[in-house]
């Protein structure tokens, strides 16, 4: 398997404009996660899904984000408008059971100017 | 709620000492407890986890952590430091009831020199 796969790698973007991160998670986990990374703050949690469903959204930190799973192999994290204060590295991770270890993906590094 | 606090923002130790990473944790019932490591521009990468039994437990790359219920501790250990351990480390909790989540300390820069 090719593990958790984020894209894009990096992302540079203008103050205002619509930015989307992907996640494509492990093949038969059951459970995907959207957590966002700075220095100051550390790994936050945003949004976590089960079997597509979202569990628990109280991570987002404004309606400016919003979050989906279409279905088993495929997530998207949104953030329109985009701000400078959203500048950050985010994560996707997937685990076969709630319990068991999180695989992460590589993450986004997001720059938004 | 439940949360975990890493006091150490940096851990620095020579090669070949022991290395100790502290990590506490607040939950309401019986915990789930993980480390992980993160290098360079990588996402984390698990260690090794306590779920119950044995309050030792041993992960990868020979690090292992301690479970202390009284102290709510779960240090990660490791009898040798080596260089390539050099990395960003990070212990997680969560709690046993249904619902809930993994939360991340802000993590510790473990720095080994030669």
């Known amino acids: 398997d090719a593990g958790v796969i984020q894209s894009p790698r990096h992302e540079v973007t203008e103050m205002g404009q619509e930015v989307t991160l992907r996640c494509k998670p492990i093949s038969g986990h059951d459970y995907l996660f959207w957590y966002r990374q700075t220095m100051m703050r550390g790994l936050e949690l945003l949004i976590y899904f089960n079997n597509n469903v979202p569990i628990d959204d109280s991570g987002m930190p404004e309606d400016r984000f919003s979050a989906k799973m279409p279905n088993a192999s495929f997530s998207t994290l949104k953030i329109q408008p985009s701000e400078p204060r959203d500048s950050a590295v985010y994560f996707c991770a997937s685990s076969l059971f709630r319990g068991e270890k999180l695989f992460f993906g590589s993450g986004t590094q997001l720059s938004v100017l | 709620a439940q949360s975990v606090a890493q006091p150490e923002d940096q851990v620095n130790v020579a090669e070949g000492n022991p290395l100790t990473v502290k990590c506490t944790y607040s939950?309401?019932?019986?915990?789930?407890l993980f480390w992980y490591v993160q290098y360079p521009n990588r996402g984390l990468q698990f260690l090794l986890k306590y779920i119950t039994g044995d309050n030792l437990v041993k992960g990868s790359y020979g690090f292992e952590a301690e479970f202390n219920k009284s102290q709510t501790s779960f240090h990660l250990k490791k009898p040798s430091a080596l260089v390539s351990d050099s990395a960003l480390y990070f212990c997680?909790?969560?709690?046993?009831?249904?619902?809930?989540?993994?939360?991340f300390g802000k993590g510790t820069t473990l720095s080994v020199s030669s």
């Open positions: 997680a909790v969560r709690e046993e009831q249904a619902g809930t989540a993994l939360i």
């Open positions: 939950v309401s019932g019986n915990p789930y």
